[in-house]
């Protein structure tokens, strides 16, 4: 099959890897001592919706697990449909490893229950010193993070995004492809 997807130009998607998403926890500190950008202590993770009674009882047990997890590690959790029909779990903790290692068990927890191929995206938000903020993504499609800066409504700095990817290029597996740079617009993170 890859032989024929490879004569007719068809590409497969990249399987995320997930361990791959925990990089961004050693990436924060380089982030730190590079040029101050530090964590603004949000994040959250993207997932499409089933409208199933499966899909149901798995947004329940999650959120059973986040509240369980909220309370060892003072992470408040908040599941919510953006506007354009995704559902987030947005997240809020002053400890960035908090935050990673509740991501990473939102992802695993869909990815057991069958639903990796729903996972979209997770975004951190962080800011430099003088507060000028950016999102680092992990495209779950793809396997990778890029940087998104977003200015105001439906721009973004393009500059900003290019120099935390020269930054980055050692810290985190990156997306090469900028295409793929997806701008989120409205996030609720």
Known sequence: MKFLDALLGRSRPV????ESLMSISTAAFAFAASNGLES???A????????????ANLQREL?????VSGKQTGTD????????????????DPD??????????????LSEHGYRDQLLAAAFHFADMSGVGMYWIYNYKRGAFYPFAPTGSRTRDNALELRMQAIADRELPL???????YAL?????
């Open 63 to 67: 959120a059973d697990l986040l509240a």
């Open 44 to 55: 959250g993770i993207c997932f499409r919706s089933l409208s199933s009674s499966q899909f």
């Open 40 to 42: 603004k202590g949000s």
């Open 15 to 18: 399987r995320s890897h997930l």
């Open 77 to 92: 959790t908040l599941i919510k449909e953006d506007s354009f029909g995704f559902h987030w779990v947005v997240l809020q």
């Open 96 to 109: 960035f490893e908090d935050l990673v290692t509740t991501i990473h068990m939102v992802s695993l927890t």
């Open 185 to 189: 617009w409205e996030l609720p993170v």
């Open 175 to 181: 997306e090469a492809d900028q295409s793929k740079w």
